[in-house]
């Protein structure tokens, strides 16, 4: 089993940046890759972003490249979202993921997630 624990959404204007992390805790970290899914009222949930287990590969969403970077850091067993120049559009839940499909882009493809944490972004 593994625990995943997100933290640091809240409420932003455009333009502006958040920092999400997702603390992991139980089986190993570094097994699994990570991502990022995000979901707005009435829509389905929705790749974000991916890292493999090392963190040598990324992945990201059209809608977010350019903008919103995924990292790892192993020794912390913590995921990081860095979301820069946001948009109302951005407004969601954001989930982290954990699975075993190096660079997978929907949901079913991870087998453990954490509880969310809300992003407003306010025009």
């Known amino acids: 089993q593994v625990q995943l624990v997100e933290s640091g959404g809240g409420l932003v204007q455009a333009g502006g940046s958040l920092r999400l992390s997702c603390a992991a805790s139980?089986?190993?970290?570094?097994?699994?890759?990570m991502g990022w899914f995000r979901q707005a009222p009435g829509k389905e949930r929705e790749f974000v972003a991916a890292?493999?287990?090392?963190?040598?590969?990324?992945y990201y969403a059209d809608s977010v490249k350019g903008r919103f970077t995924i990292s790892r850091d192993n020794a912390k067993n913590t995921v990081y979202l860095q979301m820069n120049s946001l948009k109302p559009e951005d407004t969601a839940v954001y989930y982290c993921a954990a699975g075993v499909t190096l660079g997978g882009y929907r949901p079913y493809e991870y087998d453990y997630w954490g509880q969310g944490t809300q992003v407003t972004v306010s025009s």
């Open positions: 139980g089986r190993t970290f570094s097994s699994y890759a």
């Open positions: 890292i493999s287990w090392s963190g040598g590969s990324t």
